[in-house]
């Protein structure tokens, strides 16, 4: 029986990064109404963006996670597009620095 080689194709990445410090969701919420959030059904802050079509999640701990990315460069940029969206509230949060963390993927049939 011939060898198939598989074909890998990438639908989804999830990238995770960490604020050097907790933010204050209420105050990004006032800042920003276009995110949402809704502490008592889900404890982050739900920052969708068009471009790259990702969605990221944003915890009062400072952790973000960030999904539907398509490439590693797009979850990035929509991880630096969140940064950017706390730098405004300088009063909510001081220095914000994006810590990345790289996970390697590894296929079902070496489990």
């Not at 889900?42 to 490439?71: D, E, H, N, Y």
């Not at 730098?87 to 810590?99: D, G, M, N």
């Amino acid at each position: 029986m011939p060898l198939v080689k598989p074909v890998v194709k990438i639908e989804n990445v999830v990238a995770c990064a960490a604020l050097k410090h907790g933010i204050d969701l209420s105050a990004v919420v006032k800042a920003f109404p276009e995110v949402r959030y809704r502490p008592e059904q889900f404890p982050g802050l739900i920052f969708q963006l068009k471009r790259p079509r990702t969605t990221t999640l944003i915890f009062g701990t400072g952790k973000m996670v960030c999904t539907g990315a398509r490439s590693e460069g797009d979850a990035v940029k929509a991880l630096r597009k969140g940064k950017i969206l706390l730098k405004h509230l300088k009063k909510a949060t001081s220095e914000v620095t994006l810590y990345f963390r790289r996970i390697e993927l590894d296929d079902d049939n070496n489990r």
